[in-house]
């Protein structure tokens, strides 16, 4: 029995990019190679807690497989896919605006790389233990922040957002010892794996490692391989300047489209250092993730990022704009041109612009755009910033409007702020009320078709903090686990 067919392995990461020549988990520097081979950690009492239906579909593994021994012994790290070989992959990154050297996949091990209705997938055990990029931690992950990854990365694809997938969440049967609370206070904690699931993991810190090396043969073979599977409209046997230009306009639009959805939802990604930055722009790396409750732009659920605040939601679309720099300054040596890079980053300011208020106009329902629009969208925000609104229940119930008086209550409902507080903001709000019934009847589109784009883009659920950690303390008392 297999899990996967033999056809659809295809190994073309190991078999086009330079290995490390040594094997093993010793940390070290990694130099000229663009992953280390390695064996994960082999769990001895490992359980299924949840499979995904949908990834198992997308991965042609039939379902009555996850009963398997073989199911929980490759997801769970105990033995290797028939036809592959565990790596780790080499990287370096930009960690809070400073360059931070090496870094790698530290609890991440890439167990598969399939082709499965013409779709490529890599799969990847998250916290399956050491890796030569491991620096002085464990390589494991804990149930926790393993259920966050697993019902986070799917409710994002389920939104819209481009996202690194989850296939099968285990309990490694394992206790690793943490500091939950960073007060000094570390504890056991249940162990589990994550098999995570994505196109490709290289990230720009993959690029900007070489470059930090001035290892040029090597950072050309990577964006070679890059475009030819994941832009392979842009390849030709001879990339030239033009092609690796081509492939960065690209990679700065797919990275702005996936900030953008990231915007509409109300995600705060955390810590969106170089390293964490995919290259195809899908959102990687769950960690200390947040959702806007109140629509307050300068939330950042990262604690240890508190002070600055660098990672805020508003802030995301220029620390993105600072990532793409850094990766320009990464492809630099490929592609030698300073004009044609800084037209590309200067252009991503106006197009974010540009298109940051045509998703407003879908949120709002302003489906024939109007001139008058930015203005009413800046003042709806400035709004339900000062009075505290929930953005999600907000712009979910705005679908329903039918007028300003009667929508008032309604807005009152969706904020944390106590009647008396809220009643300074009152007349703002019938103002900014009366325009938005103005403007909807200059609309020709019916309140139809208008609630259908609305609701297609105002999430009903985001996976709150609140929700993942209800699923969390079921798991510990598993509740939820399928065995
Ligand atoms: P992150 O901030 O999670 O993106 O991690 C930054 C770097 O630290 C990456 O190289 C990770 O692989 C590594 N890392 C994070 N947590 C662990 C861990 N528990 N064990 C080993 N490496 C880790
Ligand atoms: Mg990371």
Redesign the pocket.
Known sequence: MTIFKKTTIHNSFIENLPADPKEGSERRQVFEACYSFVNTFKPENPSLIHVSEEMLAELDIPENETKSNKFLDIFSGRIAVEGCKPFAMC?G?H?FGNWAGQ??????INIAEVVVNDKRWALQLKGSG??P???S?????VLRSSIREYLCSEAMHHLGVPTTRALSLVLSGNEVMRDMLYDGNPALEKGAIVCRVAPSFIRFGNFEIFASRRDKDNLKKLADYTIKYFFPELHSEANDKKTYLAFFEKVVSQTQEMILHWQRVGFVHG?M?T??MSIMGLTI?Y?PYGWLDNFDPDWTPNTTDAANRRYRYDHQPSVALWNLTQLANALFPLIEDVEGLRNILSEYKTSFEKNYLNMMRQKVGFLEPKNQDQELIVSLEELLQFSEIDMTLFYRKLSGFEDATSFLPIVFECSYQEEKQFDELKNRWVTWLQDYENRLARENTTSEERKKVMNQTNPKYVLRNYMAQLAIEACRQRRLCIN
């Open positions: 990287y990154g960690q870094l790698g996949d530290g609890r991440a050491e890796t990029y491991s620096r931690a464990d390589g494991l992950a810590v250092n390293d964490n790396d960690g």
